[in-house]
T-cell receptor, first 114, second 114 residues
Framework: NAGVTQTPKFQVLKTGQSMTLQCAQD?????MYWYRQDPGMGLRLIYY???????DKGEVPNGYNVSRLNKREFSLRLESAAPSQTSVYFC?????????????FGPGTRLTVL | AQSVTQLGSHVSVSEGALVLLRCNYS??????LFWYVQYPNQGLQLLLK??????LVKGINGFEAEFKKSETSFHLTKPSAHMSDAAEYFC????????????FGIGTKLQVIP
């Protein structure tokens, strides 16, 4: 089992460019999440998908869109990148049938916007 | 509303010394509490979790944490630090509703001095 995979690992964009971060999990989890990690701010939730076919905004959704393509895949899109979106992005998944289940994280995508 | 406060963004200990990382939580309902560890350039992985079964929780790599309701604390300890424990540690709290929204602390970087 690969767990949670993310592509790409690194990306450099110019202001105004767009890109999609890909995430896939092979654990048959219902719920998937996108976080950003910035120094001194911990992890902040961008969007989440409680189950296939549903998506909801998290704490910092502005400038992002998501697609829950199927149960396995959850992508994050930056339509017009800004320097403030320079960050490390993590995808995570969890099983929602029991509260208190842990989240499993991917290795992250390090994004720089110039 | 739920939140966690991690006291000390950086902690240094000598190899072999006690590790104590502090976490206080705020939650309007009985919480589920987690400690995650992040090694350099990796995603987060679960160290341990509290889900009301026992107040003293043992995790991987010799870590443990004690839930103290009266102090709203969930401090992480390890009797003897090892060089391999150098990492960033995140405390997190989850609600008890249907959707598992997890709120992370800002993280504590642990440095182990030889």
């Amino acid at each position: 089992n690969a767990g949670v995979t993310q592509t790409p690992k690194f990306q450099v964009l110019k202001t105004g460019q767009s890109m999609t971060l890909q995430c896939a999990q092979d654990m048959n989890h219902n719920s998937m999440y996108w976080y950003r990690q910035d120094p001194g701010m911990g992890l902040r939730l961008i969007y989440y998908s409680a189950s296939e076919g549903t998506t909801d905004k998290g704490e910092v959704p502005n400038g992002y869109n998501v697609s829950r393509l199927n149960k396995r895949e959850f992508s994050l899109r930056l339509e017009s990148a800004a320097p403030s979106q320079t960050s490390v992005y993590f995808c995570a998944s969890s099983q929602m049938d029991r509260v208190g289940n842990e989240q499993f994280f991917g290795p992250g995508t390090r994004l720089t916007v110039l | 509303a739920q939140s966690v406060t991690q006291l000390g963004s950086h902690v240094s200990v000598s190899e072999g010394a006690l590790v104590l990382l502090r976490c206080n939580y705020s939650s309007s309902v009985p919480p589920y509490l987690f400690w995650y560890v992040q090694y350099p350039n990796q995603g987060l992985q679960l160290l341990l979790k509290y889900t009301s079964a026992a107040t003293l929780v043992k995790g991987i790599n010799g870590f443990e944490a004690e839930f103290k309701k009266s102090e709203t604390s969930f401090h992480l300890t390890k009797p003897s630090a090892h060089m391999s424990d150098a990492a960033e540690y995140f405390c997190a709290v989850s609600n008890s509703g249907g959707y598992q929204k997890v709120t992370f602390g800002i993280g504590t970087k642990l440095q182990v001095i030889p």
